[in-house]
């Protein structure tokens, strides 16, 4: 089994629908709009967004994310994967009356349970919530940068993209950039190649969620190419959402054909009935990625994960030894 990495899950979005039936036992809430059966139920974008809150409600203590996380990273050894980050939001728990404290300590306590139990490496992106708007986004970086976590390596932002311009939350980013965290950000999912330019332009992220309506222009596919900018590629959940039609239609080609560096990711896994080794599963299959090429896909998640050089390092000596 190849050698895995992940840099692009929601961890809310990777509640289990069994974890999310014994959660809505427990205070009394009604899935019925959220699961069919054992499963999600497949939605649009907005009743997605509407479905993940109803979840992520569910979860109201610091053990019960602790779980989460500890469930999460298990599952990925168990695919293989050496390495993964969580998009955490800490608007999420001050919504049940959870102190972001909590919530981010709670998640850090699971990685660290999974890692010494299955040698998996993980670390933490706080994450604003963009149609939360401009004041919520800067209250959750400096949630990120003042929480004194080592797990705490970055800082993103999520949501509807669709709501504000990139510019309007700058000085979150600033203040994640000056606090020393690593950057990224949703762009290039609902909106195309102009809002990811102002994102690479106002924001100077590093790393871009999604990214792949960048395919749309080939002088933006040639800059994220030249700069380096690591494109975070979901696509089940590019499918399931409806960014696309189907596979075939899918620009994931496209973009490694123009030199964009790309790493495959799970977004939100039981929503978009997947998982990451399902997505590599998707790389081969249905976009024709070598065995090499799926390597190079951990290699690159590696390279642009928000890790110090040593852990890296070790990353990659393990990937290595691996081949």
Known sequence: MIPKAELHCHIEGAVSPTFAREMASRHNVDLEPVLDGDRYRRQNFIGFLASYDIVANLLRERADFERLAYEHYSALAGQNALYAEIFASPAHAEAVGLSPQDYLEGLADGIERAGAEHGIEGRIIVTGVRHLGPDAVSEAAKIGVECGLDSVTGFGMAGNE????????????????????????????????????????LLKVERLGHGVRAAESDDLMRRIAEENIVLEVCPASNISLGVYESLDAHPLRKLIAAGCRITLNSDDPPHFQTSLENEYRIGRQSFGLSDNELRASTRTAIEAAFVDGDTRARLLERLDESA
């Open 162 to 201: 669709m709501v504000g311009r990139p510019g309007d939350y700058a000085e979150a980013f600033d203040i994640a950039r000056d606090g020393g965290l690593r950057l990224t950000c949703h762009a290039g999912e609902w909106v195309g190649p102009d809002g990811i330019e102002e994102t690479l332009d």
